[in-house]
T-cell receptor, first 112, second 112 residues
Framework: DSGVTQTPKHLITATGQRVTLRCSPR?????VYWYQQSLDQGLQFLIQ???????AKGNILERFSAQQFPDLHSELNLSSLELGDSALYFC???????????FGQGTRLTVV | EDKVVQSPLSLVVHEGDTVTLNCSYE??????LLWYKQEKKAPTFLFML????IEKKSGRLSSILDKKELSSILNITATQTGDSAIYLC????????????FGTGTSLTVIP
C-alpha cells in the first residue's frame, strides 16, 4: 500500500458526461500528480499541484481540469467525455524536494 | 519534443536468466531518471538516478545512468516469475515545476 488513495476504483459513464476523480496523497506529501494511462499511449503526465497551486502542466486537454484543496487532496474533473477518454487515471504524490513519487491504485474510467 | 523511449517492448525469458532493459531520452532540463515496476495496477518505485547518483543497486536489480549517451539500463539477474511486470522508465524535467515523461514500458514475462 503506497498510502495514496484514489476513488472511485472503477467508473463507467456515457459520452458527454462529466466525472470527478479524487485523490488523497500520502500524509505529509505536498505534491500531487495526475497521469492518464491508455493502452496505446502508455503513461501520460497530465498535471502537477504543489501545496494547492498548479506547478506543471503536461498533456492535459482543455476539457479536463484539476485542483488541490487546502487539506491537500486533489480532484481531477473530466467533462464532455469521449470514448477515447477511457483509460486508467493515476494519482501520485511526493514530498517537497523529493521526486520519488508514490502512486495510487488508479481509477479505471470507461466511457460508453 | 521531449520523449522517452524504452526497448525492447516485450521480453520473455526463463527463470534464472539475466535481462537488460533499456531507456533512452531526449529531455531538456534533465533532473532525474526513475524506474518503476507495474504489475497489476499502480507502478511501484524502484530507483531514482541523478547526476550525483548514476548507479543504484537493490538485490538482484541494478540500474545505471549514462548522461553522455542520454540513456539508462535496468538489469535484473537470476530472474524469478515474480519479476514479471511492465517496467517503466520516467525522466523528470525541471521546467516550471517537475514534469515527468514516461516511456511506454517494457513488458517482461519470466516463465518457469
Amino acid at each position: 500500500d503506497s498510502g495514496v488513495t484514489q476513488t472511485p476504483k472503477h467508473l463507467i459513464t456515457a459520452t458527454g458526461q462529466r466525472v470527478t476523480l479524487r485523490c488523497s496523497p500520502r500524509s505529509g506529501d505536498l505534491s500531487v500528480y495526475w497521469y492518464q494511462q491508455s493502452l496505446d499511449q502508455g503513461l501520460q503526465f497530465l498535471i502537477q499541484y504543489y501545496n494547492g497551486e498548479e506547478r506543471a502542466k503536461g498533456n492535459i486537454l482543455e476539457r479536463f481540469s484539476a485542483q488541490q484543496f487546502p487539506d491537500l487532496h486533489s480532484e481531477l474533473n473530466l467533462s464532455s467525455l469521449e470514448l477515447g477518454d477511457s483509460a486508467l487515471y493515476f494519482c501520485a504524490s511526493s514530498k517537497q524536494g523529493n521526486t520519488e513519487a508514490f502512486f495510487g491504485q488508479g481509477t479505471r474510467l470507461t466511457v460508453v | 519534443e521531449d520523449k522517452v523511449v524504452q526497448s525492447p517492448l516485450s521480453l520473455v525469458v526463463h527463470e534464472g536468466d539475466t535481462v537488460t532493459l533499456n531507456c533512452s531520452y531526449e529531455v531538456t532540463n534533465f533532473r532525474s531518471l526513475l524506474w518503476y515496476k507495474q504489475e497489476k495496477k499502480a507502478p511501484t518505485f524502484l530507483f531514482m538516478l541523478t547526476s550525483s547518483g548514476i548507479e543504484k543497486k537493490s538485490g538482484r536489480l541494478s540500474s545505471i545512468l549514462d548522461k553522455k549517451e542520454l540513456s539508462s539500463i535496468l538489469n535484473i539477474t537470476a530472474t524469478q516469475t515474480g519479476d514479471s511486470a511492465i517496467y517503466l522508465c520516467a525522466v523528470e524535467a525541471l521546467n516550471t515545476g517537475n514534469q515527468f515523461y514516461f516511456g511506454t514500458g517494457t513488458s517482461l514475462t519470466v516463465i518457469p
